[in-house]
């Protein structure tokens, strides 16, 4: 059964509640989802100490292996000023020598992202998520045009990939898209 690994960044709970909705999409699928985390950098929520191994969410947190062994990657970052979290990308920065065996090369990726505001920068976070995933050889994927929530979003949604736009829970279109983009991943990530 292929292994997918959405990986991601969240502090309001938003950015999880998309990962969680490609995790379902993957499963729905047939294939496993790997959820974890990346911990803060923020001095109220510092790198993990000692025995932590998880956020306050109860997510795991990534390693490297997890990159190395899947085979396919969902990444998701709230909208740091037009670009993915320094905690995420602080991580994806620790992947020089992933990129230099070329093991993430030829697997399937896509991205995911919040915003708390209509001009975040949605569609930016997303492309600066894409471009380390380019860098190690992935295929990146994105939201068809024949996804119908990309006609009838009310908040987040894009071709780059599923976003959600802040609001207490995800609205049914932003969910819906994220989910069958886990499905699609999910499918790309069976070939060999």
Request: charged share 20%; hydrophobic share 40%.
């Amino acid at each position: 059964m292929a292994q997918i690994l959405v990986l991601f960044y969240s502090r309001t709970g938003h950015v999880a509640s998309l990962a969680e909705a490609v995790a379902e999409g993957v499963e729905q699928a047939g294939c496993e989802a790997k959820l974890r985390a990346v911990p803060s950098l923020t001095p109220s929520h510092s790198e993990p100490v000692g025995g932590s191994f998880e956020n306050e969410d109860g997510y795991l947190f990534a390693t490297k292996d997890d990159l190395r062994t899947c085979d396919g990657l969902a990444l998701g970052s709230p909208a740091r000023f037009g670009t993915m979290a320094a905690p995420l990308k602080g991580f994806l920065e620790t992947t020089s020598d992933l990129w230099l065996s070329g093991a993430m090369i030829d697997k399937p990726a896509c991205v995911f992202a919040s915003a708390s505001s209509l001009h975040g920068g949605h569609e930016a976070v997303l492309q600066s998520m894409m471009t380390p995933l380019l860098h190690h050889g992935m295929v990146i994927m994105g939201c068809p045009y024949s996804d119908p929530g990309l006609a009838a979003t009310e908040g987040g949604g894009t071709p780059y990939g599923p976003t959600h736009l802040d609001a207490q829970t995800l609205r049914p279109h932003e969910h819906d898209m994220a989910v069958r983009l886990g499905e699609r991943l999910a499918k790309w990530s069976r070939y060999d």
